[in-house]
């Protein structure tokens, strides 16, 4: 599915929805820890020859909004209202993620926030949504940290018929939690280098029941379904008790195969 990229220029009663981080969410819940300053890096020199197809960066940046329910939270956490976070996780443990809230100007979009609760170790989270994430700019996939909580959070601006599929990376390295006003050293390019090592840590949501297995057996990645998503009757990462009637079951074929290799008939099996 295709993705808006592009900022919006006029607001209702709020936040603009293409606002960049540092905004309302931004303010109350810090930006984004130990992210140093600079673009995207280069994607390599023109006429190479590639053994995979090449990465590119993203033509923009994904958009991101703020989310009503992280400033509503960040505002409670800020006026001292200690219950508020462990609120919040019974709620998002109850609902289950990302979030998927409404944008009142903007009934073709949805603000979806992708959460990931931390622990004292937790320096740092990448987010790794499919179609989204930039590989060779991962600081702008980081989520931001709600001061003083293990809330992590980042929130895109998505058609309403999305449907794609993320992973999560925690950085616990150990050491205390970095915040804005301790930032990385260093240039843009060395923090790149960092990061890169995540992406092999990268998980599925473990408060989203709907996962997908990963290819070369990683550990798989969660999907979300945005409310005018397309049917899809094949969902492979539907509950198999809510989906067995409707459920589209393919065949397996068996094939006998002369193999000069192998020197003989083998069998080989299909699955349509």
């Known amino acids: 599915m295709k993705t808006s990229v592009g900022t919006s220029t ?10 960049a981080a540092g905004t309302a969410t931004g303010t109350a819940g810090g930006t984004v820890p130990g992210a140093p300053s ?36 960040a505002a409670s956490v800020a006026g001292g209202r200690d219950a508020a976070v462990r609120e919040f996780w019974a709620e998002t443990e109850g609902q289950g993620t990302p979030l998927v809230e409404p944008i009142p100007w903007d009934p073709e979009h949805r ?74 050293d260093g240039p843009a390019d060395d923090f790149q280098a960092r990061l890169l090592p995540l992406l092999a840590e990268a998980g599925p949501d473990p408060l989203n029941p709907r996962t997908v297995p990963g ?12 409310p005018d998503a397309p049917p899809q009757p094949w969902r492979p990462w539907a509950p198999a008790a809510a989906t067995a009637a409707a459920a589209r079951r393919g065949r397996g074929e068996r094939h006998r195969l002369t193999s000069a290799a192998h020197a003989g008939r083998r069998a080989r099996w299909t699955y349509v």
């Open 215 to 226: 290819r070369r057996q990683g550990a798989g990645s969660s999907v979300f379904e945005l």
């Open 10 to 19: 006029g607001a209702v009663g709020g936040t603009l929805p293409g606002a």
């Open 111 to 184: 603000a979806v926030t992708f959460l990931w609760r931390g622990t004292e170790d937790t320096r740092r989270v990448l987010l790794l949504v499919n179609g989204l994430v930039d590989r060779s700019h991962l600081v702008g996939s980081l989520m931001r940290r709600i001061h003083g909580t293990d809330v992590w959070h980042l929130t895109y601006r998505l058609r309403s018929d999305h449907r794609g599929s993320y992973a999560i990376a925690p950085d616990t390295g150990g050491g205390r939690i970095r915040t804005a006003a301790a930032p990385e």
């Open 38 to 73: 600079g673009g995207p890096a280069g994607t390599g020199e023109a006429g190479a020859v590639h053994a995979a197809p090449p990465r590119t960066s993203r033509p923009a940046p994904a958009e991101t909004v703020d989310s009503p329910r992280i400033v509503a939270l």
